[in-house]
C-alpha cells in the first residue's frame, strides 16, 4: 500500500513538475515578444548596405557635400556608399561598422530622420525623391493646418506643398516651402510643432505619391478667417470642407 502511494506522489510530482516547466516556457515566449516587436521597429530605423529610397539619397548627399562620397547619389546603398560611411564614422569617432544607425544619424545631423522612422513611419510607399524627414515635416504641416478636415482635404493641404515644391515660383524642397516666411499661419503660431497623428502621414505619403485633389492648386485659405485681400483675388478651382483652393 505504502509503494503504490509513494509512486503515486512520484506521479503527481513529475506531472507538476511538467505543468511548471510549460508555464515558464510560455511566460518566456510572452515576455520576448515584446522585444521582437521593438527590435523590428528599430530595424527599421538602419540603413545599410543593400537598403534604397530617398533616405539613402540624403546620407549620400550629406556624405558627398562634406568629400566622403564621390558615388552617383542614386538612393542606392552600395559598397561605395558603404565605404564613405565607415571613414565618416571614423572621423567623428563612432563605430565603423558602415551602418547607418542612431548614432550615425544624429552625427549626420539627421535626427528627425530618424526619429520618423523610429516611430515606424517609414518612407517606403513615398516617392523615393523625399526623405523621412520631409514626410515627418509635411505630417506636421497636414495636421496643424488641417487636423479637423476630411481625408481628402488633408491630402490636398499637402498636394499644395507639394505643387510649391515643383513651382519655379517657390523654395524647391518640403522644409523650404513650408518654413518660407508667412506661408504658413502653423508655422507663425506655433503648431507646427505638434505631433501629427497617423491620418496626416498616410496623406502626407498620397501626396507625396502624386494625388492632387487641388488640381495644381498653389495655394488655398479658409474664408471665413483669411484677412488677406490678396488671397480672394486668386482664381478658385476647388472647394473641400472649409478650405478653398487656387492657382
Known amino acids: 500500500m505504502k509503494k503504490i502511494l509513494a509512486i ?3 506521479a503527481l510530482a513529475l506531472s507538476a513538475t511538467a505543468a511548471t516547466g510549460i508555464t515558464a516556457y510560455a511566460v518566456t515566449r510572452t515576455q520576448d515578444a515584446p522585444l521582437t516587436a521593438c527590435t523590428a521597429v528599430t530595424e527599421a530605423a538602419v540603413l545599410r548596405q543593400g537598403s534604397t529610397g530617398g533616405e539613402v539619397k540624403e546620407v549620400q548627399r550629406r556624405l558627398k557635400q562634406w568629400g566622403y562620397y564621390s558615388g552617383s547619389v542614386d538612393g542606392v546603398f552600395g559598397s561605395g556608399t558603404k565605404k564613405a560611411v565607415i571613414a565618416f564614422q571614423k572621423k567623428n569617432g563612432l563605430t565603423a561598422d558602415g551602418v547607418v544607425g542612431k548614432a550615425t544619424y544624429q552625427a549626420l545631423g539627421m535626427n528627425d530622420s530618424y526619429n520618423a522612422l523610429n516611430r515606424g513611419q517609414s518612407s517606403s510607399g ?6 523621412s524627414s520631409d514626410l515627418y515635416l509635411m505630417a506636421k504641416a497636414i495636421y496643424a493646418e488641417g487636423r479637423g478636415e476630411s481625408y481628402t482635404g488633408q491630402v490636398a493641404i499637402g498636394a499644395v506643398i507639394m505643387n510649391r515644391v515643383r513651382s519655379s515660383s517657390f ?3 518640403v522644409a523650404g516651402v513650408i518654413y518660407q516666411k508667412g ?9 507646427i510643432n ?3 497623428n497617423q491620418s496626416a502621414y498616410n496623406a502626407a505619403k498620397d501626396a507625396m505619391n502624386g494625388w492632387d485633389p487641388t488640381y495644381g492648386c498653389l495655394y488655398y485659405y ?3 478667417v483669411a ?3 490678396w488671397i480672394f483675388n486668386r482664381k478658385t ?3 473641400i470642407g472649409k478650405h478653398v483652393f487656387a492657382i
Open 8 to 10: 503515486g506522489a512520484m
Open 126 to 131: 513615398s516617392s523615393s525623391n523625399y526623405t
Open 171 to 173: 523654395p524647391n524642397t
Open 183 to 191: 506661408a504658413f499661419t502653423a508655422v507663425s503660431d506655433g503648431q
Open 194 to 196: 505638434l505631433e501629427p
Open 222 to 224: 479658409n474664408p471665413a
Open 227 to 229: 484677412t488677406s485681400a
Open 237 to 239: 478651382v476647388t472647394v
